[in-house]
């Protein structure tokens, strides 16, 4: 685990948020994802994605969030796409800002590495709560999807999921699941969220297609961070 000096030295803004997933695949962890978001560059994107990381948004009550999401979408020498709790097979939409969709904020940053953190969408402006991190270079993403962060540390985990068998509609055969997230901070307890299941009849938008691309105080080994505590059922 990178000591919070070492993730700074890494930080494109030291006053960028820093976020984190860690994965299972199946039953087995395989490791943790830390991620910078560039607030300096698109600070509307970065916020949809810190408050779904932490579960600061909510719903009547309820937080909502990543913790629990799968990635439901893997293309091996492209990208990996998750993000959809609200249905799970990439049809869900969500954001925190009335529930909707939002607009593409700008295409300043580029499609040029992998490791790259993007908004998926179905189209113009029409950004929730779906990602993807790009496994290579895909330039001809650029003025399609929004760039708003990438992998600091966790890129083998990143390979491991690329590397995941997948069936039908590039769907992992074994569940990817985004076991645990939240918000590193240098300093500071952290504040978990108690996250429930969402209602029965929540209601979460659906698109008219797949989205695609084209307080209680818990400590978290070492670093510390906003983060959802297991779902009560």
Known sequence: MPTWNQIQSQLRNPNNPVVFFDISVGTTEIGR?????????????????????????????????YKGAIFHRVIKDFMIQGGDFV????????????????????????????????????????NGCQFFITCAKCNFLDGKHVVFGRVIDGLLVMRKIENVPTGPNNKPKIPVVISQCGQIFHHGDCYAHQPQALPQQFDGEASDGETEVGPRVQRISGLRGWVHEPATR
């Open 87 to 126: 249905n799970g097979d990439g049809t869900g939409v969500m954001s925190v800002y009335g529930g909707g969709t939002f607009a593409d904020e700008n295409f300043s940053l580029k499609h040029d590495a992998p490791g790259l953190l993007s908004m998926a969408n179905s189209g113009k402006d029409t």
């Open 33 to 65: 994802m830390i991620l910078e978001l560039f607030a300096d560059v698109v600070p509307k994107t970065c916020e949809n994605f810190r408050e779904f990381c932490t579960g600061e948004y909510r719903r009547d009550g309820v937080p909502l969030g």
